[in-house]
């Protein structure tokens, strides 16, 4: 079967920079704690890579911290602080913070009080993009950065974090990037790695594979990449729009990311939607990749103000540099036709 990967917010294929910096840095052999020739060489690695986080993130190396996870970055950056979100926020961030924000029907966030809030760069179910307050606390970025432009001296945050595997990188590496000066708890203590912010022997391979993703990456979003990407996007919001008129395209008049379509066929279960959407060869979500296996209506759509039907129906189709206009109209055909089948049941 000619399978198409439309899950792209879920997490992306690797890119081939990243996998060369990882082949290479399976051969340094050093522990990037000692002093000798190997461990200097080790060490060296890591300081690259950080240098290219930096670069592409508008960001001093001296801000950049390692950690295993944008999960266990969103702990670092939140705990004991006490700030408010959004519900809209994904579960790494609501896990730490009160959802006292208010989100209106178009998925934008009301801040009163950037300095006690926390805000995500762009939403990883609808795609609707966020205007950062100057001044906010923390910046959830891991589903913005790549896609649009970020950086972190001017996105006034104090914290933000991003995840390699959202933009080319391996799983199981994240980057924490932290405004100098500030006094966040250590989470991980020991040895002291990570300028004393996250104890640990680093993960030397997850490093160079996250660094050369940033800085592929940037480049990517200079050479104006994502365009072509929004028009793939539009092409299906426009062959879906020619079904059924119940039929609901979440954030359309929002500033979105340029891959992300959040799609509502009511009274047709999103994890019915996404069975048979990969029977025929495609992969879907029905929801945040964190969230899949429970059967439950979308959080973030609720709090946007869809009703149980409505939120249970939704399905998520991000796009990436790789999808093809073929892949596209099959699936938008492939789509209309079950829908019209439960439709016809349905009557």
């Not at 051969?27 to 930096?54: C, M, T, W, Y």
């Not at 910046?139 to 995840?163: H, L, M, N, Y």
């Not at 391979?205 to 996007?233: H, Y």
């Not at 093809?324 to 938008?332: G, K, L, N, W």
Request: with cysteine; charged share 20%.
């Amino acid at each position: 079967m000619n399978r198409a990967y439309l899950d792209w917010n879920a997490t992306t294929p690797l890119r081939p920079a990243a996998r060369a910096a990882m082949v290479a840095a399976m051969d340094v052999v050093g522990n990037p704690s000692s002093v000798h020739g190997e461990g200097r060489a080790a060490k060296a690695l890591i300081e690259r890579a950080r240098g290219q986080v930096a670069a592409a993130c508008g960001a001093e190396a001296s801000d950049i911290v390692f950690v295993s996870s944008a999960t266990e970055g969103c702990a670092m950056a939140l705990s004991g602080r006490g700030l408010t979100c959004a519900p809209v926020e994904h579960e790494a961030v609501l896990a730490w913070c009160d959802r006292a924000l208010a989100v209106d029907a178009n998925g934008a966030i009301t801040v009163a009080d950037p300095g006690a809030s926390a805000v995500q760069l762009a939403n990883s179910e609808t795609g609707v993009v966020q205007a950062l307050p100057e001044g906010v606390a923390f910046c959830d970025a891991t589903q913005g950065f790549g896609k649009i432009p970020f950086a972190f001296e001017w996105s006034g945050a104090d914290v933000a974090v991003i995840s390699a595997h959202k933009f080319g990188g391996p799983k199981g590496v994240a980057a924490v990037l932290l405004r100098r000066g500030l006094d966040l708890p250590v989470l991980i203590k020991g040895g002291g790695q990570e300028m004393g912010r996250r104890s640990g022997t680093e993960n030397i391979i997850g490093i160079a594979g996250l660094g050369a993703a940033a800085q592929a990456a940037s480049e990517d979003l200079a050479n104006g990449i994502w365009d072509g990407v929004a028009e793939l996007r539009n092409i299906l919001e426009t062959a879906l729009e020619a079904s059924e008129k119940v039929t609901i395209l979440v954030g359309k008049d929002s500033l979105r990311l340029p891959n992300t379509s959040c799609i509502l066929a009511p009274g047709w279960k999103g994890e019915t939607q996404v069975m048979q959407m990969d029977l025929g060869g495609f992969a879907i979500s029905a929801g945040s990749a964190c969230s899949s296996g429970k059967v439950r209506a979308s959080a973030v759509l609720r709090a946007m103000g869809y009703d149980e039907d409505q939120a249970a129906s939704a399905i998520r189709v991000s796009l990436g540099p790789q999808t093809t206009r073929d892949e596209i109209e099959r699936f938008a055909d492939r789509w209309l036709a079950q829908e019209r089948k439960y439709r016809a049941k349905a009557v």
